[in-house]
């Protein structure tokens, strides 16, 4: 389905056929109209300029299914990670987590990196042919926000598997969307995760460590503190937006850098480019394809009429080719100034774990790049989730 799909439900988005290539599908999405409806109850947003507007626009935020109580107020938001919920509650608990993200916090993890990206690129350049997802990509950040929140080394490949079922359906605003079969198996993976992190945090409780799940069972702030839920919601967002995305930036990364042997060569040659390679690597292949937002009251937005409970979506990795905004969109061109992309978001909700993920992408990208025979080994398969948008394998020789 590579025709028009504009008049299409959700516009064709979550068609697994536009996945190796979807940008030429964002572009006829973004030429035929800045903003388009569809009659499920949704706004889709394509231009730069409409989609940074939308986010930092306080009458959109989340909670389709939270109604008002009979008084007028809002229903109080259960069950949700701070990522799916508003003012106040969640200014509270971003503020609450916020200090581990902190730029002394994350410059302190750039020994750790190092030390993880020499020991899995040497396991891998030993195999010479390998998967740079399942051997690179992937654990690289999983073993990172593991080693965060406090998760013991032997625990890794249990939380993996709990961590992409939990992504397939992570916003609760799309759960109408979703076959029964991912909703039962995220369900599942929940109940498992739940269980698991109440144990660790409980005991950590008791015994505390120098860890992230230590420091927010103890966390009081003015007499604040954490619910048992509010802790594993955290938690939950913190493994799942901690790597789920992180793997994207390398492996869709490596990918563009590989069919670019220029842009690699420079790379190569001049490691100081890394921090803009990163940017630059984030705007030309979206980790994150697209981001979603609730009407919290009726609003007129972009020249559209929307009512209360409608959602607006806002296609990054349309806008972070916008030529309004990005001079000649489709080329890679590491030596350009992305700064303006929206690989991290903007308002509120804007990625707390920008640090690490940009210190994480740096040396890991740069690591690659020194490799004198990197080169790919066959034709990446993408994973099964349209938003968080990667490949699933990447076949690479390493010499
Ligand atoms: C939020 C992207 C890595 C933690 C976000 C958002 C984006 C994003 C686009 C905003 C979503 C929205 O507005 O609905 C990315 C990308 C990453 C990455 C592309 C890697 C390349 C990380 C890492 C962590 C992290 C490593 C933590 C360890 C978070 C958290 C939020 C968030 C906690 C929610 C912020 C809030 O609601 O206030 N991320 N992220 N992310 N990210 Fe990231």
């Keep these: 389905m590579h025709g028009n799909n504009a008049e299409t439900p959700l516009w064709g988005l979550l068609d697994p056929g536009i ?37 930092r626009d306080p009458r959109f935020g989340h909670g389709k299914l939270v109604t008002a109580r009979p008084d007028g107020s809002p229903q109080a938001q259960v069950g949700r990670p701070f990522l799916f919920l508003n003012p106040p509650r969640h200014t509270r608990l971003r503020h609450l987590v916020g200090k581990a993200f902190a730029p002394p916090a994350v410059a302190m993890l750039r020994p750790r990196i190092e030390r993880l990206v020499a020991q899995l690129l040497d396991d891998a350049i030993a195999l010479g042919e390998v998967d740079l997802i399942s051997t690179f990509a992937y654990p690289l950040p999983m073993m990172m926000i593991c080693d965060l929140l406090g998760v013991p080394t032997e625990d890794h490949g249990m939380l993996q598997q709990w961590s992409h079922d939990l992504a397939m359906a992570f916003d609760p605003d799309f759960d109408f969307l979703q076959p029964p079969d991912i909703l039962v198996q995220r369900d599942r993976a929940w109940s498992a995760f739940a269980e698991y992190f109440l144990d660790l945090a409980e005991r950590r409780r008791r015994r505390p460590q120098a860890d992230l799940i230590s420091q927010l069972t103890a966390v009081e702030e003015h007499g604040d503190i954490l619910s048992q839920e509010e802790l594993l919601n955290t938690c939950e ?13 390398l492996g869709n990364g490596t990918l563009a850098l590989l069919r670019h042997p220029d842009q690699l060569d420079l790379l190569r ?7 803009n390679a990163v940017e630059e690597l984030l705007r030309y292949d979206s980790p ?50 992305p700064g303006r992309h929206l690989g991290f978001g903007l308002g509120i909700h804007s990625c707390l774990g920008a640090r690490l993920a940009r210190l994480e992408g740096q040396i890991a990208l740069t690591a690659l790049a020194s490799l004198p025979g990197l080169a790919l080994a066959g034709e990446p398969v993408y994973r099964d989730n349209p938003v968080l948008r990667g490949p699933a394998s990447l076949p690479v020789r390493l010499r």
Excluded at 26 to 35: M, V
Excluded at 46 to 53: E, I, L, Q, V
Excluded at 240 to 249: D, I, M, S, Y
Excluded at 323 to 329: A, I, L, T, W
């Design 19 to 55: 996945r190796p290539a979807p940008y030429p599908h964002h572009r006829r999405l973004r030429e035929s109209g800045p903003i388009h409806h569809d009659p499920m109850g949704a706004f889709l947003l394509t231009r730069h300029a409409d989609c940074a507007a939308l986010l």
């Design 288 to 337: 994150l394809q697209f981001i979603a937002r609730t009407a919290l009251t009726d609003a007129q937005f972009a020249g559209r009429y929307v009512l209360a409970g409608e959602l607006v979506i806002a296609l990054v990795a349309a806008a972070n080719r916008d030529p309004e905004v990005f001079n000649d969109p489709d080329r890679l061109d590491l030596a350009r100034s």
């Design 269 to 275: 040659r001049d490691p100081r480019l890394a921090g």
């Design 237 to 249: 967002l913190l493994l799942v937006a901690g790597h789920e995305t992180t793997v994207n930036l």
